[in-house]
């Protein structure tokens, strides 16, 4: 710990900047972390479970199954099916899914893509000191005592390669955690999407159903 203190205070300036995105990019990655697990449903026994209610014709108890579990599927499935209740035609379904998925999907991927970009931030953040820190030391050697030169370029350099790895693993931090909350992403609008064509098939075979009994 003392040795990582050392040598942020040996990096310079250039090492706040750096810090900063590093904060933002740890709240970013535990933000979404939190809300994308809140946000993970199993899709096949959601569908499991809605299958006999909606087929039966029980739409009413389908609803209060979504309502149990919040996520971003189970409202938009049961803004549909709000609308099977009234009586909607398919099209009326379908529509609702879809406005409701208009308000739900953007919450899924909201901040995620910023990651990428802290990580390359925090990476030309790294170059940038790193660039800083080698014009201090050669031209803070110009014209001093020659017993100091070696004193005084060493301190330079270590400043720039003090920035250059606090920029790069404060990048590379950023750009992998991008490309895992990015997969776990994918996998809920997947699911998303699986479910909610499921349960306007289901809606329909239901009233299939009713309609052949009559």
């Not at 990096?11 to 990655?29: E, R």
């Not at 330079?156 to 404060?170: D, P, Q, R, V, Y």
């Amino acid at each position: 710990m003392h040795t990582l203190i050392e040598g942020f205070k040996e990096g310079g300036w250039g090492m706040y900047p750096i810090l900063l995105l590093l904060g933002i990019i740890v709240w970013t990655l535990i933000d979404r972390s939190l809300y994308l697990a809140k946000s993970k449903v199993d899709t096949e026994k959601l569908m499991g479970l809605l299958k006999s209610q909606i087929v039966s014709g029980n739409i009413r108890g389908a609803i209060s199954t979504c309502e149990q579990t919040p996520a971003a599927v189970t409202k938009i499935i049961a803004a549909g099916l709000r609308r099977a209740e009234q009586g909607g035609s398919e099209h009326e379904i379908q529509q609702g899914m879809d406005e409701e998925a208009l308000r739900e999907l953007p919450k899924v991927e909201k901040r995620t893509g910023y990651l990428a970009m802290l990580g390359n931030l925090a990476t030309l953040a790294g170059l940038l000191g790193t660039i800083t820190g080698l014009i201090k030391s050669f031209a803070s050697v110009a014209g001093v005592d020659p017993s100091m030169k070696a004193t005084m370029l060493s301190k330079g350099i270590s400043e720039a390669m003090n920035c250059t790895a606090f920029g790069l693993g404060s990048g590379i931090l950023g750009l992998a955690a991008f490309a895992v909350l990015n997969g776990k992403t994918q996998v809920i609008l997947d699911g998303i999407n699986q479910a909610t064509v499921e349960a306007l098939n289901l809606v329909i075979a239901g009233r299939g159903q009713a309609g052949g009994h009559r």
